[in-house]
């Protein structure tokens, strides 16, 4: 109940291209869905969240869909660029402050966007 | 905003010897910490988080330990390291909803 899957493992795109990563929960209770992008040998930033009162979260060219119902979320990344080659880890997490609020992430996606 | 340090960048060190990898906070006070590792080609798997000082909650049996004897100071140490120890690691810091991650440690056990 505590899972996120993620997918697909690995993701080739073309310049221009939209990329979409998919990611799913069990636990109802998650409040806050965050996504982060990390480049080789560098940790995690936080690329765009959002909360289950809305359904879509625009941040420039990152697109975060949010479907509560099937208890679903997806980043999309239109016009990828190859400097958005990286992986892509989807989290979720329940409730505000306190560290038992732990972010719970998904295995990752490996993002590669072709010139 | 938070900065998170994180020291060394990189480290090799042969199986059985002591570890401590350490991370400071700069902008917060009393923040909630982390250690997280990641496995080549894998995600994150919490090891260790903190509400305060001299509070640490264990996430994974292991062969690792945590402290933090500062309220922005977080060391993680092992004494006799295994060649399953190598890995990615990084500290975070939890001011509110998301968190902000250092910059790792890549450790190599030979």
């Known amino acids: 109940q505590q899972q996120v899957k993620q997918s697909p493992q690995s993701l080739i795109v073309q310049k221009g291209g939209i990329s979409i990563i998919n990611c799913a929960y069990e636990?109802?209770?998650?409040?806050?869905f965050p996504w982060y992008q990390q480049f080789p040998g560098k940790g995690p930033a936080l690329l765009i969240a959002?909360?289950?009162?809305?359904s879509e979260k625009k941040e420039g060219r990152f697109t975060i869909s949010f479907n509560k119902s099937a208890k679903q979320f997806s980043l999309h990344i239109m016009d990828s660029q190859p400097g958005d080659s990286a992986t892509y880890f989807c989290?979720?997490?329940?409730?505000?402050?306190?560290?038992?609020?732990?972010?719970?992430f998904g295995t990752g996606t490996l993002l590669a966007v072709q010139p | 905003s938070q900065t998170i340090h994180q020291w060394p960048a990189t480290l090799v060190q042969p199986v059985g010897s002591p570890l401590s990898l350490e991370c400071t906070v700069e902008?917060?006070?009393?923040?909630?910490l982390y250690w997280y590792r990641q496995a080549a080609g894998r995600g994150l798997q919490l090891l260790f988080y903190?509400?305060?000082?001299?509070?640490i909650s264990s996430e994974v049996p292991q062969n690792l330990s945590a402290s933090r004897p500062q309220d922005r100071q977080f060391i993680l140490s092992s004494k006799k390291l295994l060649l399953s120890d190598s890995g990615f690691y990084l500290c975070?810091?939890?001011?509110?909803?998301?968190?902000?991650f250092g910059s790792g440690t890549r450790l190599t056990v030979v």
């Open positions: 989290a979720a997490s329940r409730g505000y402050g306190g560290a038992t609020n732990k972010l719970i």
């Open positions: 636990n109802t209770a998650f409040d806050y």
């Open positions: 959002i909360r289950p009162d809305v």
């Open positions: 902008g917060t006070s009393n923040p909630n």
């Open positions: 903190s509400v305060g000082i001299g509070q």
């Open positions: 975070a810091c939890k001011p509110g909803y998301g968190y902000t």
